[in-house]
């Protein structure tokens, strides 16, 4: 286990910084600037101006790992994106008139449940790893202060747990959402610099096929899985139809047919 330590960059951010360690359970160190002395320390989440980010120390030029939902790409796409017609749109089955409840039980940086949420879907978000869930909930919260993306983020509820054994506590949804990581192909250098950071924290969810039985029951119409192209359906499982893109694809498992506005 990685040790990952909580620190803040300005003063204005103490509380904040205390109350996330605090919650979450991460050593708190105050001024970040202080983890340069700690050679035991592998993963820095620092708050600098309400903003959480995660910072892997031995390799300070990667830089910053955080959830921004109201500028960058999310912004985006929430205004480009194409709406209802994007691809994750069409394999959860948003057609005019029915938009489906979603439980997204592998979150992430949340940025494929901001989509969702974005198309109006009312959004569980479910993630086990204590420091991606803390940035998640910071970028939905900051979300929720910014007049464009406030009813947006009202449509997402986090939680933080492993899916495999407590996804059914929080009842039945139209759509179960499944994006597990997937051992990368690409030379490490081809990666996002991010996407490093990101990948070394969390590592390969080599567990990713026992979440399939649990979603399939769960879901009311079906359960969508988003694979890269070169992969094995999970668990081994047929789909009822894919759709393809560019890198990705969309299995999709079929329940019961999608009810006609
Ligand atoms: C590839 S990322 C998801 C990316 C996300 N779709 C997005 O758009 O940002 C996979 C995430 O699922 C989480 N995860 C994997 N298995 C899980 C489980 N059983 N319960 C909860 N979270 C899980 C991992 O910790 C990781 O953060």
């Not at 978000?125 to 929720?144: D, H, M, S, T, Y």
């Not at 406030?150 to 959402?177: F, P, R």
Request: charged residues 25%; hydrophobic residues 40%.
């Amino acid at each position: 286990m990685p040790t990952i330590a909580l620190g803040y960059c300005d003063k204005v951010d103490v509380d904040l910084a205390k109350k996330i360690a605090q919650q979450w359970q991460f050593e708190y160190i105050g001024d970040a600037a202080a983890a340069k002395h700690r050679q035991d320390i592998d993963f820095l989440l620092q708050v600098d101006n309400q903003t959480l980010s995660l910072k892997k120390l031995d390799e300070p030029k990667l830089g910053g790992v955080l959830v921004d939902f109201v500028e960058g790409a999310s912004a985006h796409r929430r205004k480009f994106g194409g709406g209802r017609g994007q691809d994750i749109a069409k394999a959860v089955g948003l057609k005019h008139g029915f938009t489906p409840t979603v439980l997204d039980a592998t979150a992430g940086l949340g940025r494929d449940a901001f989509v969702l949420a974005s198309l109006g879907c009312q959004v569980t978000l479910i993630e086990r790893v204590p420091a991606v869930a803390a940035l998640l909930e910071n970028g939905i919260e900051r979300a929720l202060l910014n007049v464009e993306t406030a009813t947006i983020a009202q449509n997402m509820q986090l939680q933080h747990c492993s899916s495999i054994d407590e996804m059914q506590q929080y009842g039945e949804h139209d759509i179960v959402y499944l994006d597990p990581m997937y051992p990368h192909r690409e030379k490490s250098a081809a990666v996002k610099k991010e996407m490093r950071v990101f990948q070394t924290l969390v590592g390969e969810d080599l567990d990713a096929d026992k979440l399939f039985e649990p979603a399939f029951e769960l879901a009311k119409y079906r359960v969508v899985v988003k694979r890269p192209n070169y992969a094995e359906p999970i668990a081994g499982k047929k789909p009822s139809t894919s759709i393809k893109m560019k890198k990705n694809r969309f299995d999709v498992y079929v329940k019961q047919g999608i009810p006609k506005a």
